[in-house]
């Protein structure tokens, strides 16, 4: 570790890798950190499974990468929306039904709303997005994943964790109580994020995988498409501190594949460094907690 910065491409962090014969899944692979991953992973010589929401809009960004030069046959559709438990179910049996091995898992789509939204089962969408449809998809192909070992699963966090308004107690996941905050409910689910992918490698122990989340640092993608025009102007004022999706990717390539981080999982990485984590991401008992939480309301 060490070699790399904020200024390190996804290409160049993996150099050397070879993921031929490997199969990837990115979830929210159209744009942004996603699009990046895929591409990279595919150069890598990794067949990538694309999970995205909407097929048009992947069908798109899949013959974009085709005309950049990717292999055809390295790039495959798959529909998944997040925001639905019964979409996940369906994406994991098909994808379970094929009987490939899962060698890489990146939990990598997610939303940053103004406003306080619910997905189709009820759930406020940072908390039904970001953490619930990843937490349920990841659960449903583990047994794949496991039997694909040595594997990693890779979760896209952001540093907003340090503005999470959660408690040890977990309580109101939901925001049915609090006034709502986009910012804190986003930072909620970033934490949670982390906490799951710790959680995620304590209880695969000595089986071979490994997780590690990561902040892929300040990146120019769409994430922001639904922020009011004022949160618009903040990113343009932080343009000059940010990255393109080229630097954006790289410490989800990091985390994929540096040989280094096979061994053992719990990182939380940044500019393909270890980063700051906020003390909660520590508590052994939230954890626990969180776990048994998500895992009543996804109905697992
Ligand atoms: N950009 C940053 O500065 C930054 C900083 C810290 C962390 N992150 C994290 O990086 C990850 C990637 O975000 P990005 O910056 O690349 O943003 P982005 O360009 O908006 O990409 C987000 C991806 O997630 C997908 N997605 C959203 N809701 C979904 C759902 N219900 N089901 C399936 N896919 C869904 C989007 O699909 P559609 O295109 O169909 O909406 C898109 O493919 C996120 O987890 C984000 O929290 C980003």
Redesign the pocket.
Known sequence: MGAFDRKTTAEQVSEGADLAGKHAIV?????????ETSRVLALRGARVTM????LE?ARAAREGLITRGAAPDALVLAE????SLASVRRFADETLATERPIDLLVN?????LPDRRE?SDGFEAHLG??HL?HFLLTNLLLDRVRASAPARVVV?????MHFAALGPELEDLNWEKRKFSGWRS?GSS?LMNLIFSDELTRRLEGQGVVAHAL?????????A?DQPWWMLAVGVALRPL?KD?ER?AATTMFAATAPELGAQGGGYFSDCAPARRPKLADDAETAARLWDRSRDLVGL
């Open positions: 979830t929210g692979a159209n744009t942004g950190i996603g699009l999970a995205c929401r909407n809009k998944l929306d997040l925001a990598n789509a997610g939303v940053m997905t997005v970001n449809g896209v966090a952001s540093d907003a986003y970033k902040h892929p640092g300040i990146v120019q993608t769409e994430l498409r940010s999706c954006g």
